[in-house]
């Protein structure tokens, strides 16, 4: 079964920070390069960050590159994201993904309020 589950988010202070993780299945997460996208209300989803299957190669938008990590646990099938020095302007849902993806967890909500 195709599965991919969110969790983490929450409502942060600005300069705050939270750490998301992504669970999921096998099928989707063997071998494959995972991303961390996230949707505004009004905005189409964006890739922000991007991991190889290895870790080896690690990619960020210009937004969040220097605030944001990314990192996976093949062990766990499981895929993170720490976020530092949050803005409000990265209140979104977010959701992990392959750069191919065919269906979407639910996400999980930040938002960064003061």
Do not use: H
């Not at 944001?68 to 020095?85: C, E, G, H, P, Y």
């Not at 949050?86 to 992990?96: F, T």
Request: charged share 15%; hydrophobic share 30%; proline share 4%.
């Amino acid at each position: 079964q195709v599965q991919l589950v969110e969790s983490g988010g929450g409502l942060v202070q600005p300069g705050g920070s939270l750490r998301l993780s992504c669970a999921a299945s096998l099928s989707i997460f063997s071998g494959s390069t995972m991303g961390w996208y996230r949707q505004a209300p009004g905005k189409q989803r964006e890739l922000l960050s991007s991991i190889t299957r290895y870790g080896v190669a690690r990619n960020y938008v210009d937004s969040v590159k220097g605030r944001f990590t990314i990192s996976r646990d093949n062990a766990k099938n499981m895929v993170s994201l720490q976020m530092n020095s949050l803005k409000p302007e990265d209140s979104a849902v977010y959701y992990c993904n392959t750069l191919n993806p065919n269906t979407w967890g639910q996400g999980t909500q930040v938002t960064v309020s003061s």
